[in-house]
Every structure is written in C-alpha cells, then in structure tokens.
C-alpha cells in the first residue's frame, strides 16, 4: 500500500444517501520555508497525467476529484481509461470506482464513487451483516451507531473513517467488524465493510497511520464486471503523474484575525458589549472588509488560494452564551465567524454549534478543559487535543481542523502534539497581523478589547 496520507473536510447535503462537498487539502506533508510575498499567481496545473505503474490516464474532473479527495492511499491507481458502463462514464480504481455525472456538472457532485461495499457483499447473510440492536444512546467518543444501516463504527476504524472523509467518502457501514481473508494475500484480518469501502485492521503498523488499510474493491469490481485493464500508451504532451506537479504555492499576508471572548453586558478586556460589537462590524463592513475563515486563510498562505479584498477573520474564544448573540450580528451583515471551542465547559450547546456551522460559520478546537498546555502531563496533553477534535468532529458531522492555544500558551512539545492529533494548523492568541507558512503552528491573533474606542478598533484593526 502507497504510503499517502490525506485529509479533507464535509459538509452534509441530502441525496444519493449523503453526498458531501469535500474542501480543498490542508493538511499537508511540509512545513513549508517562509515567502515574503503577499500575493503569487500559481502555474496552470495539468489537466491530464498518465500513471505508468498501471498504464492509465486520469484526466479533468476525475482527476480533480482523485487528487483533492485521497489519491493513493484511498483510491489507488487507475485501472482503465474512462469507459462507459451502467448508463455512465466510469472510470476503475485500484480501491474505487469514479462515477461522472454531466448533469450535476458545475456543482460539486459532478464525479461521485459507486457503492462498490453494497456490491461486494450483496446477498451475503453472516451474522456481521444483520442489523445489531442499538438506538444510539450509548454512543461514545470511541464507539457510534448509525440507526440508517444498523451497524455500529468504533475505536480504529472510527478515527480512520473520521479522519479520512466519513460519510462522502465510504458511507455508512454496512457490516459490524468480523475477521475475513483477504484476497489478495490470504491473510486473515478484523474487517469491516461499508457502502464503498472495505476496512482492514492491520496489527503490524499498530501505531502508525498505517493500521488500518482499504481493500481493493475496485480491483474486484473491474474483475467481475469483466472489463478490461491493460495498459494504454501514454497520450503525447501528457506527463507522468507526480505530486510536485500540484505543490502548493505558499505565500504571506499581512491581515488582521480579531480575537474576542465574552459578548455583552459590561465592557471590560474580555467583555465586548454587543451594542460595541455591532458597531465594529459596521465599520468593517462600511470600510469594506470581507470576513473569512481561518480554513480560507491557511489555503491562501499554504496552498495559494484566493481572498477577497480587505479580509478580515473574526475568532471567538472559549465559546461563551453572548457568542450567540454575536452570530446573529453577525448573519445580519452577511459576515462570518470562527468560534474556537473548549468542548469541556462550552456555554454553547451541540445544537446551536450545528446551526453556527449550517449558518456559514466556523467551529474549531480550544481544547477540552482550556488549561495552559506547557504545563500539563504528556498524556493529558494528547487528551485536550484529540478529545476535543474528535467530540467536535462527531457534533458536526465533519473533521475539525484547527485549535487555537488556550491563553496562546504553547512550545515546542505543544505544536507536536496538535500535529499528532491531526490538527491542519494552530492559532495564537497574540503576535500581530503577519501570516507566514513558517508559523502554520502559531499563526498570530489580535486581541479586541471590550474597551477599544471605535476609533482605536479601526486602528486595530488598520494595523
């Protein structure tokens, strides 16, 4: 198996049992050297490569949705050249098969991922196929139930699923965990099959992102539906595919990411009342500042991605009632927020975190219980950043990318451990308004507050 790793984050929309919109990758592989640029235009990339391990092109929207959505490790090589197949165009993967839909073209459903677990199994009666009793009322961080297939995901196979597009990519499970031979090397294995995907535990790389693999379902897929795979001659002009030819283009920026607490009564430094607040949005909003996510503006500085004229990111920390409040502000201007949440004592409950997130809004990680990182245990460490990221990950229905420092108390030992837990980046609580791809683990913030002066906000913030 290809030793790859990706990430991506969901957002739920109804239809062909859930198809999701997957962003862009953030979580990426270096730490890249700082740019002193403030703005870069990237190369054209390849809208066609040819893979010569198994002879086959990938091109356009297939190719898109392969490199944004998992590449090797989650959909392997190509098997065939697009054909048509089932009423579609298709395409074969080692671990996948590619579906093109023309009439979701522009949207992003235009590629979607047959059911090749549903096929795999059809007509299979074990007993790890029957629906298991449960209502979800037991579910737990390490153990869940999915009411719509009757199956439970737990430990290993639940971070996996989680961490590696859920729903969108592998669908609901559709087996409990049993053991079965693998056919390719007649090993025995823990499996577990899903609507796409079939899982396999792998006590050898125990410890590594390596313990748990896919099976080759689209291998089989190509078998039994008898089409063929041999290899084509690479078509003139077109390059071999190598992930250097998509490397991100990092840049810098100079941008204010405002930092507020509490929302409202009485002014104090972390108490913004929000007839103030509403005041600091009209500004912004009357000086012509954009509100983005911090998920846009790690993009921009590690990817090359675009942003609006004058952004702005408006960050809330701790996740205080008066929050809410600021919300609504903040949807009646059309402006967004990223509310950094300590999932131990939130004063904002799970539903109303759903609806912020439905609403436009971002929620990210403040840990569990908000201590001050530099001074807790190794294992208590590992806790507040991954308790929090998969508690959160679990309301919304999506990864969670990012954490923001409780009191911006964070070393070396810190920033290691919010990359283990599979963090994308980490926020400051202070540092000034200059974004660079060297501080992706400590990305500066600006404190607002509650007894800024309009006047003294837009100096703030005008930097």
């Not at 089409?227 to 030819?245: F, K, T």
Request: aromatic share 12%.
């Amino acid at each position: 198996m290809e030793r790859q790793e990706g990430c991506r984050c969901v957002k739920l929309r109804s239809g062909h049992r859930f198809r999701l919109l997957i962003g862009p990758l953030l979580a990426l592989a270096l730490l890249f050297a700082p740019s002193l640029t403030t703005h870069s235009s990237a190369a054209a990339l390849p809208s066609q490569v040819y893979f010569p391990v198994t002879g086959h092109h990938v091109a356009d929207q297939m190719l898109t949705y392969w490199r944004t959505q998992g590449e090797l490790p989650i959909f392997g090589y190509p098997l065939t050249e697009p054909i048509q197949r089932d009423g579609l165009t298709v395409q074969y993967f080692e671990r996948a098969r590619l579906e093109l839909h023309p009439e979701l073209a522009g949207t992003p459903y235009g590629v979607e991922l047959t059911l090749l677990g549903d096929q795999a199994v059809a007509g299979r009666k074990e007993a790890a196929f029957q629906r298991a009793g449960g209502n979800g009322a037991n579910d737990s961080k390490d153990r869940v139930y999915f009411s719509t297939t009757g199956h439970y995901l737990a430990y290993g196979f639940k971070s996996f699923w989680q961490a590696n597009g859920g729903l969108a990519i592998f669908g609901y499970p559709i087996s409990e965990e049993f053991s079965e031979k693998n056919p390719d090397n007649g090993q025995i294995y823990t499996v577990q099959y899903f609507e796409r995907a079939r899982f396999e535990y792998h006590p050898e790389f125990k410890g590594t992102p390596y313990e748990v693999e896919l099976g080759r379902l689209g291998a089989a897929a190509a078998a039994r539906d008898e089409v063929p795979v041999a290899a084509v001659p690479r078509q003139d002009g077109v390059p071999d595919y190598d992930p250097a030819l998509f490397a991100p283009h990092p840049q810098s920026i100079h941008i204010p990411v405002l930092m507020y607490h509490q929302i409202g009564p009485n002014a104090a430094r972390y108490v913004t009342p929000l007839w103030l607040f509403d005041q600091e949005m009209d500004w912004l909003k009357d000086n012509g500042y954009h509100t983005v996510t911090v998920a846009q503006l790690y993009d921009y500085v590690l990817t090359g991605g675009t942003l609006p004229a004058k952004p702005v990111v408006i960050t809330f920390d701790d996740g205080t009632a008066g929050q809410w409040d600021a919300a609504a502000a903040l949807d009646q201007r059309g402006m967004h927020g990223v509310f950094f949440i300590p999932t131990g004592f939130s004063a904002l409950s799970p539903d109303q975190l759903r609806s912020l997130n439905a609403r436009g809004h971002e929620i990210e990680s403040h840990t569990v219980t908000h201590p001050f990182l530099t001074q807790v245990s190794d294992s208590q460490l590992n806790y507040e950043m991954v308790q929090s990221k998969s508690w959160l990950g679990s309301v919304l229905g999506k990864p969670v990318h990012y954490v923001a420092y409780p009191y911006g108390d964070y070393n070396n030992q810190v920033i290691d451990a919010a990359a283990n837990a599979g963090y994308s980046g980490a926020l400051a609580a202070w540092g000034g308004q200059d974004w660079t791809p060297a501080k992706r683990w400590q990305e500066p913030r600006v404190e607002v507050s509650g007894l800024l002066s309009i006047s003294d906000f837009a100096g703030l913030v005008r930097g």
